[in-house]
């Protein structure tokens, strides 16, 4: 067994990193750590864990814990470690962008491994430190790393994702009011999201940055989830993208390719990608479809855990979508 502890407790992400490792065969939880909630019930803020933990919500961390997840918001994560200390020996999973380029990837001694298992598992498997990809950057790279990594991927690349209300987090905003997001939708951020630079350093470890990528990403009046879909130039058939990627993911337990058309429902509340490619006069789209909280977020940052400590990759992360 293994302890962990988890700062920023109280968002959406530390809520789901909590509803896993009370479930995780091999970890105990040390800690929750929340300054705006300290002394309260997790329950209190995650009222389904009700009756399931007596946890409270603590302003003090252990700095020997095994391995700390910090949800905090961008730039917070930093601030957060310049402020308290870790032994050396502490594992740190950052769900934050703070350490996810390379050149911001070195802190205080500390180097942190981009945690994309399907791209990255044997440096994930030796790391001490992990920066956790973003949700679209998951979505999006498990949708194209295979053309990548056969240099394949066109010139221009066209991707449209949309992203459930969760996915800007718990603090309240003008559109994630109900009254705004209900039968409403919009894109933000059209060409320059954050997730970009992630997404093209991690394509390019695999093929010369010789391709343009045009991103627009949406927002969506349901909860959690992503869908992105995404086309690009392929000579191919079918047939051949099909192997293609089947290949590529043949030992990544949680990224499936399905020849039957894919939806978003099947994927919510669970660590899957789910993959779908159709050949059309030469282009060929690939859809991809995540739940921004578990894949995209603390169901990763879990899968990370398991590579880091030597447990089964899936342990703790067998969890039942709602379809219906």
């Not at 919009?186 to 045009?214: G, N, P, V």
């Amino acid at each position: 067994m293994i302890k962990a502890g988890i700062i920023g407790g109280s968002g959406y992400t530390g809520g789901e990193l909590i509803r896993i490792l009370l479930n995780h065969p091999l970890v105990e939880i040390d800690f929750v750590y929340s300054t705006t909630r300290a002394g309260t019930k997790v329950s209190s803020a995650h009222p389904d864990l009700l009756g399931v933990t007596s946890l409270n919500f603590t302003d003090k961390i252990d700095p020997d814990t095994d391995v700390v997840f910090l949800c905090l918001g961008h730039g917070n994560s930093m601030k957060f470690l310049k402020e308290h200390s870790f032994h050396k020996e502490t594992r740190i999973i950052d769900l934050s962008r703070d350490f996810r380029l390379k050149e911001d990837s070195s802190f205080q001694g500390r180097n942190f491994v981009y945690g994309l298992p399907e791209l990255y598992r044997e440096d994930i498997r030796n790391a001490k430190n992990i920066a956790n990809p973003g949700c679209f950057a998951t979505a999006i790279q498990l949708a194209l790393l295979p053309l990548a990594a056969a240099r394949l991927l066109g010139k221009e690349v066209h991707i449209n994702a949309t992203t459930g209300a969760t996915g800007a987090g718990a603090s309240l905003s003008p559109t994630t009011h109900f009254s705004w997001r209900e039968n409403n939708m919009s894109h933000y951020k059209a060409f320059t999201h954050q997730h970009l630079d992630e997404i093209e350093e991690s394509l390019s470890f695999r093929q010369t940055r010789d391709f343009k990528l045009w991103f627009v990403p949406n927002r969506g009046d349901f909860t959690r989830g992503i869908w992105a879909t995404a086309y690009t130039r392929f000579s191919g058939t079918p047939e051949d993208a099909y192997e293609l990627y089947r290949d590529f993911y043949a030992k990544a337990p949680f990224t499936n390719v399905s020849q039957d058309p894919i939806s978003l429902k099947p994927v919510v509340n669970t660590n899957h990608c789910h993959l779908h490619l159709t050949v059309y006069e030469g282009m060929l789209l690939i859809s991809s479809a995540i739940d921004n909280l578990l894949k995209g977020a603390s169901g990763q940052a879990v899968q990370n855990m398991n590579l880091m400590f030597g447990f089964e990759e899936e342990a703790g992360l067998g969890l039942k979508s709602i379809v219906f």
